[in-house]
Nanobody, 122 residues
């Protein structure tokens, strides 16, 4: 089995920063692309950023320049550094990953974390 656990969500003032973490654990053979998505109340889940196992990144247009995705392959962990936060960034942030598990090798499974709440408010 594979689990993704997010952490780092918090209440922060506008203009502030947060760093989210997503740790993958379990029976993992390899991890491919990892990504962050978010869902605000009453809205659909949307892409924030993705990163391949080789480090190639992709960002939603509105996040470019403010958010930075990174990963530590040795720790099976992805990060999302968020700067210059705005009230409209308030959402539940979810981690997503393509994982080959030992129990499902060589098939790739797509996994989601449970989400972490980010609230931007004064």
């Amino acid at each position: 089995q594979v689990q993704l656990v997010e952490s780092g969500g918090d209440l922060v003032q506008p203009g502030g920063s947060l760093r989210l973490s997503c740790a993958a654990s379990g029976s993992i053979f390899s991890i491919g692309a990892m990504g962050w998505y978010r869902q605000a109340p009453g809205k659909q889940r949307e892409l924030v950023a993705t990163i391949t196992d080789g480090g190639t990144t992709n960002y939603a247009e509105s996040m470019k320049g403010r958010f930075t995705i990174s990963r530590d392959n040795a720790k099976n962990t992805a990060y999302l550094q968020m700067n210059s936060l705005k009230p409209e960034d308030t959402a539940v942030y979810y981690c997503n990953a393509d994982v080959v598990g030992w129990h499902t090798y060589p098939d790739v499974g797509n996994y989601w974390g449970q989400g972490t709440q980010v609230t931007v408010s004064s």
